[in-house]
């Protein structure tokens, strides 16, 4: 039996950046993850990922004033860079820009009204028909760096990083330990005590926390989602992140399946995607192919508003969603177990945040926002945080 204060299950974004933030504050820490490094199995591999900026829900806000510094105080103890503030160009008549404005002001963060013509000079590659909602602090994040980076800050402050190491079975024994059993890729087993498990298993929480005493969660649905890369016409062209949200017009949305987020992934292309449509999987039967319709209507809408790509030249990507019914984070502790869960397609963002906030949890310095609790009572019909769900 191994013994240590925390166990970190799963060292994806969210784990990797609990096990940074514990081993920073000195704290003895072990992080478990199956894979090697760098794999692309779960929902935190890829070059890009919107730091976007346009909520209007104020737990969130909240989190997006603190993530800045914080991405920039991971960036400088891992010298690695990270968040590239492009801007993001949130446009289309679906949008609740003016509830956004409105709490982003409120909080400090930059945010104005471009019109049609002046986002079109700004940027040629993509068509605006509606005003724009600027947000120049704001941009994308490098998700393969930002892993590496976390996973080698919390190994240089003294934390166990365990790559190709399963975990196979969560036992809490009472309310201050927990039992952990895993095994390797060789085949070693190993059991460890622990006085907190921290459990960030995105697309595999549930297979390993279903049936542990205590620990109820929302549904979590696992979904198999598809953005493309595709071909920039001019290497030169200016790209800002962007949202677009759809309106009612049959015309000209009807072949739509969600609003569209996207950004330019240096090197790769310009990445676009449906949010939170793809199919229901189980996250270790996946085909990892994408949906020839839906890949078929992100190609339409490049051909549509994207001018600055080629829509033949198209890279599909395959990426797991775990979404609760609200599509807010679970963020919570149940005993000695830690859940961060849930992310629902937007948590990349917020990642040096999220594992502040499990960190605090282990520390036990206070509960997350009732907004994240895993008991909340689900609303009859939730309204997205993003705004870009369904
Ligand atoms: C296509 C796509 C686009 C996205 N775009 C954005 C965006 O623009 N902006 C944004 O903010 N967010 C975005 N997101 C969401 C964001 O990427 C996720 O919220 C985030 O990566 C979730 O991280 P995680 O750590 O919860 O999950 P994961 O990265 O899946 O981590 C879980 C880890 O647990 C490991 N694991 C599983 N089982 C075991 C086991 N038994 N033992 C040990 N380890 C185990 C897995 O290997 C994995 O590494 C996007 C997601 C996808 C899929």
Redesign the pocket.
């Known amino acids: 039996m191994t013994r240590v204060e925390t166990i970190v ?7 990797a950046a609990t096990a940074w933030q514990l081993a920073r504050r000195g704290r003895d820490v072990a992080l ?4 090697a490094p760098g ?1 692309t ?4 591999h890829g070059a890009s ?4 900026v346009a909520y209007s829900d104020p737990a969130y806000v909240r989190m997006l004033v603190e993530a800045l510094p914080r991405w920039r105080e991971l960036e400088a103890e891992s010298g690695a860079s990270l968040l590239d503030l492009v801007g993001v160009a949130n446009h289309g008549p679906g949008g609740a820009f003016d509830e956004v404005h409105a709490a982003l002001a409120a909080a400090g963060i930059a945010a104005e009204f471009l019109p049609v013509e002046e986002a079109g000079e700004r940027w040629p590659g993509i068509r605006f028909d509606h005003r724009v909602l600027f947000n120049e602090a704001a941009g994308r994040v490098n ?1 393969d760096a930002t892993i590496a980076a976390l996973h080698a800050t919390a190994a240089a402050f003294g934390a166990d990083v365990r790559h190709r ?4 079975r969560i036992d809490v024994v009472d309310d201050e330990r927990v039992r952990v059993a ?1 095994v390797t890729d060789d085949g070693e087993e190993e059991v460890f005590e622990a006085r907190t498990a921290v459990v ?5 929480t549930m ?2 926390l279903d049936g542990v005493a205590g620990v109820r969660l929302p549904r979590l649905v696992v979904t198999q ?1 598809q ?1 493309a890369h595709f071909g920039v016409r001019d290497a030169a062209m200016a790209w800002p992140s962007f949202n677009h949200f759809p309106g009612d017009a049959e015309a000209a949305y009807g072949y739509w399946r969600s609003p569209v ?1 996207g ?1 330019l992934t240096p090197g790769e292309g310009v990445k676009a ?1 449906w949010h939170g449509v793809g199919p229901v999987v189980d996250p270790d039967m996946r085909d990892f192919t994408p949906v020839p319709e839906q890949l078929a209507a992100l190609q339409r809408y490049a051909r549509d508003w994207l001018p600055g790509v080629d829509a033949d030249a198209v890279a599909p ?1 395959s ?4 979404t609760t019914p609200d599509e807010h984070f679970v963020l919570d502790r149940i005993g000695p177990v830690v859940v ?2 849930g ?8 990642t040096p945040v999220v594992g502040r906030i499990l960190a605090d949890l282990v520390d036990g310095a206070g509960r997350a926002p009732a907004r994240f609790a895993a008991d909340r009572a689900i609303a009859r019909h939730p309204v997205s945080p993003t705004g870009l769900g369904r």
Not at 49 to 52: A, G, I, M, S
Not at 319 to 322: L, S
């Open positions: 299950v799963g060292g994806g974004a969210m784990g478990l993850e199956r894979f794999h199995m779960g929902a935190s990922r919107n730091f976007n998700a190491t399963r975990a196979t895993s960030t298993l995105g697309g595999w297979k390993l989602e953005p987020y950004m995607g990507i990426c797991t969603y775990t961060g869960a992310f629902s397609g937007h948590g990349f963002k917020f």
